[in-house]
């Protein structure tokens, strides 16, 4: 069903397990709604290219930088025991 400005109604992205059934099977009782603790939000798509960061602000005021676009980054090689900061030049596989 639309709504009077034409969209779909938004559906909040929540971390909760308050959907989850219980181990026996048996569906757990709804006592509460979405709380801000429980919060999610959207992933950041994150594209190749000039660095490009959003700030967003996070439980207690702290920030967090969400990487809108980015070329360079942090990575490490484990076996090697080697952190190196490098350039980004394509991305094969992300899962």
């Known amino acids: 069903p ?3 400005h034409g969209a779909l109604p938004a559906m909040g992205i929540s971390r909760d397990s308050q959907h989850k059934r219980r181990l026996t099977g048996g569906k757990k009782p709804h006592h509460h709604k979405k709380r801000k603790h ?3 939000r959207q992933m950041a798509m994150t594209k190749i290219g000039a660095k490009r960061i959003h700030p967003v602000r996070c ?3 702290n920030m967090k930088f969400r990487g809108i ?3 360079t980054g942090n990575f490490s090689w484990g ?3 080697c952190t190196r900061k490098t350039r980004i030049l394509d991305v094969v ?3």
């Open 2 to 4: 639309l709504h009077a």
């Open 38 to 40: 429980e919060m999610g």
């Open 59 to 61: 439980r207690g005021g």
């Open 69 to 71: 676009r980015l070329d």
């Open 79 to 81: 076996s090697e025991v």
């Open 93 to 95: 596989y992300n899962a």
